[in-house]
T-cell receptor
Framework: KQEVTQIPAALSVPEGENLVLNCSFT??????LQWFRQDPGKGLTSLLL?????REQTSGRLNASLDKSSGRSTLYIAASQPGDSATYLC?????????????FGTGTRLQVTL | DTAVSQTPKYLVTQMGNDKSIKCEQN?????MYWYKQDSKKFLKIMFS???????INETVPNRFSPKSPDKAHLNLHINSLELGDSAVYFC??????????????FGQGTRLTVV
């Protein structure tokens, strides 16, 4: 059974800092790994998708890496801004029977202060 | 155009009532999901449908009954609502295809409060 863990659970940084969010998963047989952002009271916004055959993906100030063999992914945020404040979720897509299922991590709540 | 839309956004109801949440996706995806986000913000899958066929049912009480009239719609009906059903319910879709998956897109969520 896939288990996804994110550390830290919460993080507060001053504006302008670079930061790394960590995601680990127990079953390395995944199809892809997706990072989401969730603002309070809102839905999930997809940030980056890394296929199992890829090592990293970049979008603007965000860079996500994937190391399947060690069961780890990281989300790097460069030059953080107050608008980056949100909860960040990683989710691993794996197989269950004949279906595929996204298993979510516990989330990292990020606050970027002025 | 909203890719995955669900209605209503908020739902407040009394214990014992029956309610439905509707979801529609216009992405042409073949797989749709219902997820539940509890008070601790943890997201857990409830159901998954592929081309109108139920493929995942994660030990959800049978008071919850999903229905997929076509592959663009997945509704969730809940009978005899209980206080513990209070949560945010998210609908999502992706293109599965032979067990693999593309990017999943989520609706804005339905905040259900049972009083």
């Amino acid at each position: 059974k896939q288990e996804v863990t994110q550390i830290p659970a919460a993080l507060s940084v001053p504006e302008g800092e670079n930061l790394v969010l960590n995601c680990s998963f127990t079953d390395s047989a995944i199809y892809n790994l997706q990072w989401f952002r969730q603002d309070p009271g809102k839905g999930l916004t997809s940030l980056l998708l890394i296929q199992s055959s890829q090592r990293e993906q970049t979008s603007g100030r965000l860079n996500a890496s994937l190391d399947k063999s060690s069961g780890r992914s990281t989300l790097y945020i460069a030059a953080s801004q107050p608008g980056d404040s949100a909860t960040y979720l990683c989710a691993a897509l794996g197989r269950t029977g004949t279906a595929s299922k996204l298993t979510f991590g516990t989330g990292t709540r990020l606050q970027v202060t002025l | 155009d909203t890719a995955v839309s669900q209605t209503p956004k908020y739902l407040v109801t009394q214990m014992g009532n029956d309610k439905s949440i509707k979801c529609e996706q216009n992405l042409g995806h073949d797989t749709m999901y219902w997820y539940k986000q509890d008070s601790k913000k943890f997201l857990k899958i409830m159901f998954s449908y592929n081309n109108k066929e139920l493929i995942i049912n994660e030990t959800v009480p049978n008071r919850f009954s999903p229905k997929s009239p076509d592959k663009a719609h997945l509704n969730l009906h809940i009978n005899s609502l209980e206080l513990g059903d209070s949560a945010v319910y998210f609908c999502a879709s992706s293109q599965a295809g032979q067990g693999k998956g593309t990017e999943a897109f989520f609706g804005q969520g339905t905040r259900l409060t049972v009083v």
